[in-house]
């Protein structure tokens, strides 16, 4: 194990430049879940879902504190039902079928509201049909600001993700049995806010923000910066209290799939050098995903300039008085093909937690894996059983890591936990929101094929 494998995951960012957005203010247009096309490669690739029928799904703008209103509308045949992911939002706002709320039909509409309590890069994707409209696009970045300025001249949001075409630019099947057995099934189009290696300009000598997401369903990338001067300021959406190493080529940060980093970078002093996010790729050098170009005189602006971005209210555990959990993720494959109602099942079970396959989002009694008493400390124990990695997430709840038997982890608060290869890692949390809460892998062949459920707070 490497010293730096111990986090991580990626982001996006939108920003002044680039992928247009929508600010919390216009938050009362709808927003149309639909069919797209768009040019991945050099052809037009058709079938892809998105929220425009030409474009990525915009970054969306919203505030710590200040409601957010997203009616959004089903233009589908199939089924759908949109979750955000990281927010510590009411449980009727999740977007888990059958949990939270019924799966949005053709031509439906849910309108979602709610008040993110914190700041950070978060991101929204499908809880239903999740494999075919994740695979196929639907997959965007959510920005929630600080009610303050934070000291940045710009964002950029980086939203890093695969897809699986064949050469005229055609969707390939998104999932395999073979891939759902192991580590997933991968794409072959590596891109970043839908494009191959973007150049985004920001002033030479400028502090910019910069917000990277994994958005994909199956990769964990492996990420560092390459020029300027730069630092890691916040990890899955919270701010980073502590100094982290910076990644390098030899030692990349793993960003899991669902995982968000920010960077705050001092941009390169003199016109049209760059800072680019590498990404190492199996069986190639490290690649440029997404570069930010230096333009104009220096704005002469240094790091030191920036102060700590302020703390999200999250409560901390009362580690003296925490009841423990255990949880084992592994393989299951006697397991039956799962009741996912209209949510899409790939047709077969191969994983588990606590030995047991998620019968399926629709099947009758599937009770909580665990019953958290509103307001308490937990501590949970997350056992990976199996030779695969897991980012495993837990919706509504931030948490904190506490220990590995494999690593040193840095207390980073965060939703999405990556288990490496026969991981037991401990995190904490306080039970602080009611409801019911997700609980899965976030590499989607495994979350449909049984590693999934829900933890219950009341
Ligand atoms: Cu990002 Cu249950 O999800
Ligand atoms: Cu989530
Ligand atoms: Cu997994």
Known sequence: MKRREFLLSSGATAGALGLGGFGFAQGAQELTIQPASFALRDQVTTGMVSLSADAPPPVLYGKQGEVMRLPVRNTLPDYTAMHWHGLRIANKMDGVPYLTQMPMGEGELFTYEFTPPDAGTYWYHPHCMTMEQMAHGLTGVMVIAEPEDVGFDSEQVINLRDFRLDEDGAFLPAHTQRGAARAGTFGNVHTANWLQSPVYDHAAGSLVRLRVVNTDTTRIYKLHLDGGAARIIAWDGHPVEIDLPMPSADEPLLVGPGQRVDFAIAMPGSEGESVAMMAKLPGQPAKAMASLRAIGSSAGRDLKDLRPLPLN????????????????????????????????????????????????????????????DLGKSYVLRLRNESPNLHPIHLHGLAFVPLRSNLRKLPRLMTDTMLLLKDEVVEIALVADNPGDWAFHCHVIEHQKTGLTGFIRVV
């Not at 003296?320 to 079970?349: D, I, K, M, R």
């Open 313 to 372: 209210p999250v409560a901390k555990p009362d580690l003296n008085n925490a009841e423990l959990h255990e949880f084992v993720f592994g393989w299951t494959p006697e397991g039956g093909e799962p009741n996912n109602g209209f949510c899409g099942s790939l047709g077969y079970n191969f994983w588990s937690i606590n030995r047991t396959p998620w019968p399926g989002d629709a099947a009758e009694g599937a009770g909580p894996l665990a019953t958290l």
